[in-house]
């Protein structure tokens, strides 16, 4: 098992943790099936009645997946190499999703991309004051994944199709009111949190009840109209349009936030929302997001994004196509293809 993750028992409750602090606990292939093989353990094991997920020392829970090592991977090797991981991560979503005894994920921290995959399955998810949520997936070229076509897609009015395009960051009071957390603690209550449930499993939810207290206000609940009104189209330019249309300061920032991102990215993650909706599964979600991550590794935006953020750092990526008219209906639909059978991402079979 990576020494980046330790999953122990702790009397009747299976505790992850996570411990890659100099990468704020980014997820690599290895760091997935170690989850996974702990999770599985504990599926059958009557004396585990409930699992926690954790972070170790550092200023996040977890900062996404490793998407450095895997532009890396597909440099250097091809596409092949680059779905190991995806395979790995979203079988660990799924598992997370399915799994029938309570799971409480403590977000407190940096929580985006391959967090929010750890974090939202759970039936528990805990906000802190330190909590900084987002899917940023548009700044390198990627999309929202981990299952994000699905949670996003479900979230109120068009706070998914906003959160998804903008990579908003939303603190823990924000995450609250959203949905995306069931409780806010303070920081310095979660020791006492996880020591009683440690204790006693069954009285997860009173110990989680009793020690929640009331978050400041949600800066987001002024801007959910704004929302709604400006993110109402599931067609790209119709967005950039009603904002262009505004002179706001508000619109304004978001206009030039949207035209920082790949617009096919964009436009893929505006897809895959509308069509979530309407998912009947979450395995099936999981299976179109691991085709779409296939082939989305091989566009040219992954390589240039990843670089332009966590490899050269300069945030200027050069994005092909470089407007959104560039992305057509018939590269879109490419993308969207479903792979052969015998490429099909698959979940663990219990």
Same mark, same amino acid.
Request: charged letters at 25%.
């Given at each position: 098992?990576?020494?980046?993750?330790?999953?122990?028992? +702790?009397?009747?409750?299976?505790?992850?943790?996570?411990?890659?602090?100099?990468?704020?606990?980014?997820?690599?292939?290895?760091?997935?099936?170690?989850?996974?093989?702990?999770?599985?353990?504990?599926?059958?094991?009557?004396?585990?009645?409930?699992?926690?997920?954790?972070?170790?020392?550092?200023?996040?829970?977890?900062?996404?997946?490793?998407?450095?090592?895997?532009? &890396?991977?597909?440099?250097?090797?091809?596409?092949?190499?680059?779905?190991?991981?995806?395979?790995?991560?979203?079988?660990?979503?799924?598992?997370?999703?399915?799994?029938?005894?309570?799971?409480?994920?403590?977000?407190?921290?940096?929580?985006?991309?391959?967090?929010?995959?750890?974090?939202?399955?759970?039936?528990?998810?805990?906000?802190?004051?330190?909590?900084?949520?987002?899917?940023?997936?548009?700044?390198?070229?990627?999309?929202?994944?981990?299952?994000?076509?699905?949670?996003?897609?479900?979230?109120?009015?068009?706070?998914?199709?906003?959160?998804?395009?903008?990579?908003?960051?939303?603190?823990?009071?924000?995450?609250?009111?959203?949905?995306?957390?069931?409780?806010?603690?303070?920081?310095?209550?979660?020791?006492? +949190?996880?020591?009683?449930?440690?204790?006693?499993?069954?009285?997860?939810?009173?110990?989680?009840?009793?020690?929640?207290?009331?978050?400041?206000?949600?800066?987001?609940? &002024?801007?959910?109209?704004?929302?709604?009104?400006?993110?109402?189209?599931?067609?790209?330019?119709?967005?950039?349009?009603?904002?262009?249309?505004?002179?706001?300061?508000?619109?304004?920032?978001?206009?030039?936030?949207?035209?920082?991102?790949?617009?096919?990215?964009?436009?893929?993650?505006?897809?895959?929302?509308?069509?979530? &909706?309407?998912?009947?599964?979450?395995?099936?979600?999981?299976?179109?997001?691991?085709?779409?991550?296939? &082939?989305?590794?091989?566009?040219?935006?992954?390589?240039?994004?990843?670089?332009?953020?966590?490899?050269?750092?300069?945030?200027?990526?050069?994005?092909?196509?470089?407007?959104?008219?560039?992305?057509?209906?018939?590269?879109?639909?490419?993308?969207?293809?479903?792979?052969?059978?015998?490429?099909?991402?698959?979940?663990?079979?219990?």
């Amino acid at each position: 098992m990576t020494e980046w993750v330790h999953a122990r028992r +702790a009397g009747a409750v299976g505790h992850v943790r996570l411990d890659r602090p100099r990468a704020i606990h980014a997820l690599t292939t290895e760091m997935c099936e170690a989850i996974s093989a702990a999770m599985l353990d504990w599926r059958t094991d009557a004396g585990v009645k409930a699992v926690m997920i954790d972070h170790a020392e550092g200023r996040g829970f977890c900062a996404g997946g490793d998407v450095a090592a895997v532009r &890396r991977s597909v440099l250097e090797y091809g596409g092949k190499a680059g779905r190991a991981f995806f395979q790995a991560e979203y079988r660990m979503n799924h598992l997370l999703f399915t799994f029938s005894k309570p799971v409480v994920a403590f977000m407190d921290g940096i929580t985006m991309g391959g967090g929010v995959g750890l974090s939202l399955p759970a039936r528990y998810r805990v906000a802190t004051e330190n909590t900084l949520f987002a899917m940023p997936e548009m700044a390198i070229g990627l999309f929202p994944d981990v299952g994000a076509g699905w949670y996003l897609s479900r979230l109120p009015g068009r706070l998914g199709p906003f959160l998804a395009l903008t990579g908003a960051r939303l603190d823990g009071a924000e995450c609250l009111l959203a949905g995306l957390a069931t409780h806010y603690l303070p920081a310095a209550a979660l020791p006492s +949190a996880k020591e009683r449930i440690a204790a006693a499993p069954e009285k997860l939810e009173s110990i989680l009840a009793e020690l929640s207290e009331a978050p400041p206000e949600a800066r987001l609940a &002024r801007n959910l109209d704004r929302i709604d009104h400006f993110f109402a189209s599931d067609r790209f330019e119709d967005i950039l349009a009603a904002l262009a249309g505004d002179d706001g300061k508000w619109a304004g920032k978001e206009l030039a936030t949207l035209q920082a991102k790949s617009p096919l990215a964009c436009k893929t993650a505006l897809r895959l929302l509308a069509e979530g &909706r309407a998912m009947p599964e979450f395995a099936s979600e999981m299976r179109k997001e691991y085709a779409l991550a296939a &082939r989305i590794i091989l566009q040219p935006d992954f390589a240039e994004g990843v670089r332009a953020v966590l490899v050269d750092k300069d945030n200027s990526p050069h994005w092909n196509p470089a407007a959104p008219e560039g992305v057509t209906d018939a590269l879109l639909d490419a993308i969207f293809a479903p792979l052969p059978a015998q490429e099909e991402w698959t979940p663990y079979e219990f």
